[in-house]
């Protein structure tokens, strides 16, 4: 019975884990103004052949979440074609961003503009190491 | 009968309303001049050159749908519109300079050339000779624009693969290196020899450094010297928020246009050119604060502009078509701004500054306009087109091309 109660618990944890809370969209925007604007523009779409769109990006909505928190954190500079184009500028690390800011700017670009995909947990983020 | 009426006024506000809208192929330009859509939707288009007999180039920044990357069209019925289309090259990059028979086409690595037959149509379109291989492209600022001077060498752009020259690109807070490594082969712009084969960068010289990245270069032929346009750093207020406010970010550093001599430098990444104080103002991370100035041996710029509109082609008009005040004169396509935000973007025209004896002679102005389409670009994705390159037809005419969907734009003086 207890375990049951627990497994429940734990059930609902992650249940409401999904959906990022309007503090975490609060939080994150704040980021992404001071932060990533500049870059991917107030419409997350980017500047073409220059800065990749964020917006109906299938990376960034898609399930491969430690790629996206080592982004954030070391930058991103690699000649990878992202949905099929190529962009040229080198992306800003963010070393001094605390484990649970990073989880909220990515919960926010997840669910800004056409995006809608699950929240960002602080512990998704933990569970990536430093480099 | 009223209703008729109505229709009729009604039909006539509406032809009056297409025929603007096709007017001037929806730019907006100084009295006398007109405009047509040359070629739409050929791919992205970098920078164009044109041959004697009217044969249009263009460069494009990736292959196109049909897998090309160099694009020949050809205006046979002269009515304004290219007729006959086509391509070659698998291979992306920015740089195309046509001298006679010689087409030369750059990637982000090499320079090409390619031989031109009596039509103008290329003769070894998978052949082409190797000129200059092997640059440094690490993505950033990897774009090389090529230009030619009289006796027939080459210069290149081989821009600086950072924003500042920090021991940690763009990291806030890391310092900028002394001296900056990078300069030694990047950040300036090189001379090789135009004919010669299989060329690195032991064979050529540093011509000009100090340049974050040139993407517009011209040689004028009055003042018989390089003419460069260079894109200024970014992120002053990200990263240094104590000294530079977002409005101020919006307006700093000026872009820039050079007259370079051979061993000039234009100071960066030690400097940035402030167009209110018109100094050059020490970077922030070799400890400037906005209002230290540096570099005192460097050159300051023949012409500035504002903040972050991007020159990506210069040219200096060597026709007659257009009137007196335009004569060699130079024309700048703007790409327009990415980096103003959170204020609107601004810059995706062609401007003019007006040129005597190889001096500016006045102000720049905005030649050309709603290359974008909207009023307003809060976001460049939204801009219909952002003009890119530049070159001038046998008869003196304009072309402006765009590097978004590939739209060609012929702009001409009707008196």
Request: charged content about 20%.
């Amino acid at each position: 019975m207890k375990y049951l109660i627990q497994c429940c618990f734990i059930g609902l944890l992650s249940f409401s884990a999904q959906k990022a809370t309007a503090q975490n969209m609060a939080n994150g925007k704040k980021i992404y103004e001071t932060r990533c604007l500049v870059c991917h523009q107030a419409d997350g779409g980017g500047v073409p052949n220059m800065n990749a769109p964020l917006d109906g990006a299938s990376n960034v909505v898609g399930n491969d979440i430690a790629r996206l928190v080592k982004i954030i954190r070391n930058g991103y500079n690699e000649r990878v074609a992202l949905d099929g184009y190529y962009y040229s500028n080198a992306m800003t690390a963010n070393p001094d961003l605390k484990d649970a800011d990073i989880a909220d700017v990515l919960s926010y670009i997840r669910n800004s503009w056409t995006n809608k995909a699950s929240k960002i947990t602080l512990a998704q983020v933990q569970k990536v190491k430093k480099k | 009968m009223k209703k008729i009426q109505n229709l009729f006024l009604l039909s006539i506000i509406m032809m009056a309303c297409t025929v603007n809208a096709q007017d001037n192929a929806g730019l907006r330009l100084p009295a006398g001049f007109s405009a047509t859509l040359f070629a739409n939707n050929i791919g992205s288009s970098r920078h164009i050159s044109i041959t004697k007999s009217g044969i249009v180039f263009a460069k494009l920044n990736a292959p196109n749908k049909e897998g090309k990357a160099i694009i020949r069209l050809e205006d046979a019925n002269k009515d304004g519109i290219a007729d006959k289309i086509n391509g070659w090259g698998n291979y992306g990059g920015t740089g195309i300079y046509v001298r006679d028979k010689n087409l030369y086409a750059s990637s982000d690595q090499g320079i090409f050339l390619y031989q031109l037959n009596d039509q103008d149509e290329v003769v070894n379109p998978t052949t082409p000779k190797v000129i200059v291989k092997d640059l440094i492209d690490r993505r950033q600022h990897s774009s090389k624009s090529i230009t030619l001077d009289p006796q027939g060498n080459i210069y290149v752009n081989i821009g600086a693969y950072s924003n500042a020259c920090q021991e940690k690109d763009r990291m806030p807070g890391s310092k900028g290196m002394m001296p900056c490594p990078i300069l030694d082969s990047a950040g300036g712009i090189w001379k090789f020899d135009g004919q010669k084969e299989n060329q690195v960068y032991g064979d050529g010289k540093r011509y000009a450094t100090g340049l974050r990245n040139v993407i517009g270069l011209d040689w004028n032929t009055q003042t018989n010297s390089l003419f460069v346009t260079q894109h200024g750093r970014d992120q002053l207020n990200s990263f240094y928020p104590q000294y530079y406010s977002d409005n101020q970010n919006a307006e700093l550093p000026a872009e820039t246009m050079y007259e370079v001599k051979e061993g000039d430098d234009c100071g960066w990444p030690y400097v940035y050119y402030d167009p209110y104080q018109k100094k050059k103002i020490l970077s922030p991370e070799y400890g400037g604060d906005g209002k230290k100035e540096g570099a005192p041996n460097a050159l300051n710029p023949t012409m500035s502009f504002p903040a972050h509109m991007a020159p990506m082609s210069l040219l200096f008009y060597k026709g007659t078509q257009f009137p007196e005040r335009y004569q060699q004169g130079a024309f700048i396509a703007f790409h327009g701004s990415w980096n103003r935000a959170p204020l609107p973007q601004e810059g995706y025209f062609v401007a003019f500054v007006p040129y005597k004896n190889g001096k500016p002679s006045g102000e720049w102005e905005i030649f050309a306009n709603g290359f974008a389409g909207t009023e307003i670009v809060t976001n460049p994705r939204l801009a219909k087109a952002r003009p890119c390159g530049l070159a001038e037809g046998p008869d003196g005419s304009l072309y402006v091309c765009d590097d978004n969907k590939g739209a060609i734009f012929k702009i001409s003086f009707n008196k």
